[in-house]
């Protein structure tokens, strides 16, 4: 079956760092791709989408990059803050007539050494 | 802006005790409307999604069920509580047209079944 999975289930980075959170997905179909953050005990916050048409979008501090070649996407954040430590979860759409389908990965923690 | 609120934020019952958790979204009409669960240390998981008054799709066979009443309302409900009813459940919303939309999530319910 179709799956998103991330990499890795955590990643510590020092402060101050660029942070990379990766993701792999198997639909290629799929057009749409988010990055939520989710900070402890509170609801995944929307950071950064993309569409399938693009390979690069840049927001403040965070970067995605979707290759499509190898159905992977990637998350960066530029000079890591501690305010960055959260769970980040992947998500890909995928459309099927008039009907899309958001499917979420697993999460990965990122913990931000001072 | 849109706004989605969801309460109770938490709440602690017994097993076999019924549920009720109410979510609902202000600043748009006819969103498509959802309830997913997120286990401990663990992905979200959809249970119902919603794309009008009345109109409710299961996602997974389950002890609990989704109402909308109105346009902006959703309620998960549970007749009977099990103790793997435990979670952090969360409400979200979408825009109804067009593919790849962004789902936007409330602050999330603890519940926990004892």
């Known amino acids: 079956g179709e799956s998103v999975g991330l990499h890795l289930p955590t990643l510590s980075v020092q402060e101050g760092d660029n942070s990379i959170i990766n993701c792999a997905y198997s639909n290629s179909a799929s057009d749409y791709f988010i990055w939520y953050k989710q900070e402890s005990g509170k609801g995944p916050q929307f950071i950064i989408d993309?569409?399938?048409?693009?390979d690069k979008r840049q927001g403040q501090r965070v970067t995605v990059l979707l290759n499509k070649t190898v159905k992977h996407l990637s998350l960066q954040i530029a000079a890591t803050q501690p305010g960055d430590s959260a769970v980040y979860f992947c998500?890909?759409?995928?459309?099927?007539?008039?009907?899309?389908?958001?499917?979420f990965g697993k999460g990965i923690t990122l913990s931000v050494r001072p | 802006s849109q706004t989605i609120h969801q309460w109770p934020a938490t709440l602690v019952q017994p097993v076999g005790s019924p549920l009720s958790l109410e979510c609902t979204v202000e600043g748009t009409s006819n969103p498509n409307l959802y309830w997913y669960r997120q286990a401990a240390g663990r992905g979200l998981q959809l249970l119902f999604y919603s794309v009008g008054i009345g109109q409710i799709s299961s996602e997974v066979p389950q002890n609990l069920s989704a109402s909308r009443p109105q346009d902006r309302q959703f309620i998960l409900s549970s007749k009977k509580l099990l103790l793997s009813d435990s979670g952090f459940y969360l409400c979200?919303?979408?825009?109804?047209?067009?593919?790849?939309?962004?789902?936007?999530f409330g602050e999330g319910s603890w519940l926990t079944v004892v």
């Open positions: 979200a919303w979408s825009t109804a047209q067009g593919s790849g939309n962004t789902i936007y």
């Open positions: 993309i569409r399938s048409n693009m």
């Open positions: 998500a890909e759409n995928t459309s099927t007539g008039a009907n899309s389908k958001l499917t």
